[in-house]
């Protein structure tokens, strides 16, 4: 273990300070570089770059792991329900049975929206994404929450984003507006928000509830990834927490990142309708001159399997059997990535199936279309988002504020 690492910049020594994570991450702090040495540092797409300090969750992307306060994310999928998870996450451990009953009372307690968000809702084109629909509402919301507690703002978010996306879905089918049912547990209340006809019972398939449950845990938290960052930098300006997770929204929107989602069922759609010859897509995907990417492959992070995508693979495939349907798409999924995996350029680049990769199948196994895919996952990254938003604060990080290498014009005068 170094405690300093020495610089030699053009015959000049410099000793930066080394920091450690609890899990083998090593960092040089070169916060005061510039300072001594005049240089910056360059590093596009922050890839090599740490800008916090965190203790939510880790990855190790060599191994393929994926920890929640130290949980390992096999296990959370196995002992606890989405509540549980993001009780975790927003407090640092588990809840006991106690704290439990009281976060899900209080969450249940502000289970309403005001009636202008029904208004706001009608002024809304129908033809917007629902991840347009669900980011603009989260950030009007702001307008009619008044908290004294900061912790109520991560209640109130709790229990209004399912109500918000199920307001988004039945505006796009063209259902009336359905009220959450305070005698249900969360994703039974989602459920029903979501498919339950008025004026008639509804009962909901535990089947499809448990992957529901599963999907949402394994959406809750993924360190700095690029909506969370966008979440942590618009609170390190001292943005409010709403306008914070609706930007965090518009960045998990992005088809690079929680959007993939709809793009991976797009694409084997595609690949299905084109006859299904899996190693074109595959050469495509491999030719640098096209733009095709094979979506819901590679992460900046794994060099590994995704740990989430392999529970995804399962939870398909059980879900897909339980409910007895046949899904060409899944056949097709599993017969891509088999492809892929074999093949060199893959390899090499160590590309592996992402949790968006099967995700998607099974959200249409459950019913969501296409263009929710995206809104289920903000859904269970909810959780994530505010952790790393209150984790901001209680470490007081500075503002978020990179710098530049200048290439445009050197210093000019008009000439007229
Ligand atoms: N298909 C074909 N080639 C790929 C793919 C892919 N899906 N992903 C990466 N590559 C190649 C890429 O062309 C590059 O090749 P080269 O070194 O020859 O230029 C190399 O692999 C490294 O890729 P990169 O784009 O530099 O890596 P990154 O860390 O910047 O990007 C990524 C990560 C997830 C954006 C990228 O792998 C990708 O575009 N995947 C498809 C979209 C996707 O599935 N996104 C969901 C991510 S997981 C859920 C989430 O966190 O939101």
């Given at each position: 273990m170094y405690s300093v690492v020495n610089f030699n910049i053009n015959g000049y020594h410099y000793k930066f300070p080394v920091i450690y994570g609890t899990c083998y991450d090593k960092a040089i702090n070169i916060s005061k570089l510039r300072e001594s040495t005049g240089f910056i540092t360059f590093d596009p797409g922050f890839?090599?770059?740490?800008?916090t300090k965190s203790s939510i969750s880790f990855i190790d992307g060599e191994k393929g792991e994926l920890l929640y306060r130290g949980y390992p994310i096999e296990q959370i999928i196995k002992k606890c329900s989405f509540i549980e998870t993001s009780y975790l996450i927003l407090n640092g451990e588990l809840p006991d049975t106690a704290q439990l009953k009281s976060f899900s009372e209080r969450i249940k307690k502000f289970n309403h929206l005001h009636k202008e968000m029904n208004q706001i809702l009608d002024h809304i084109?129908?033809?917007?994404?629902p991840m347009g629909i669900l980011s603009s509402l989260t950030y009007i919301l702001d307008a009619f929450i008044d908290c004294l507690q900061e912790e109520d703002m991560y209640i109130h978010l709790l229990a209004k984003l399912p109500m918000l996306a199920a307001l988004t879905y039945r505006k796009k089918v063209g259902g009336p507006p359905t009220h959450p049912d305070h005698h249900l547990d969360y994703i039974s209340n989602l459920l029903k928000m979501f498919f339950s006809v008025p004026n008639q019972s509804y009962e909901h398939n535990p089947i499809i509830a448990d992957a529901l449950n599963k999907l949402l845990i394994l959406h809750a938290d993924h360190e700095q990834n690029c909506s969370t960052t966008t979440v942590r930098l618009l609170g390190s300006a001292h943005a409010g927490l709403f306008s914070s997770i609706s930007a965090g929204m518009t960045a998990l929107w992005g088809r690079l990142h929680g959007g993939a989602n709809q793009a991976v069922i797009e694409m084997l759609e595609d690949i299905l309708k084109s006859g299904g010859n899996i190693k074109k897509w595959i050469e495509k995907a491999k030719n640098?001159?096209?733009?095709f990417r094979l979506m819901g492959f590679g992460h900046?992070?794994?060099?590994?399997?995704?740990p989430r995508a392999k529970i995804a693979k399962q939870v398909a495939e059980n879900v897909i059997q339980e409910l007895g349907i046949s899904d060409p798409i899944l056949e097709l999924a599993k017969n891509l990535e088999e492809n892929a995996l074999r093949d060199s350029y893959f390899i090499e680049k160590k590309l592996y199936p992402n949790i968006d990769f099967y995700s998607g199948i099974i959200y249409q196994a459950i019913g969501i279309p296409k263009d929710m895919f995206t809104v289920m996952f903000a859904l269970g990254r909810l959780p994530g988002w505010m952790a790393h938003w209150k984790e901001m604060k209680l470490n007081r990080d500075p503002i978020g504020r990179p710098r530049q290498i200048y290439i445009g014009y050197k210093k000019r005068n008009i000439k007229k």
């Open positions: 890839k090599n770059t740490g800008m084109p129908n033809f917007y994404h640098k001159k096209d733009p900046r992070i794994y060099k590994n399997f995704d």
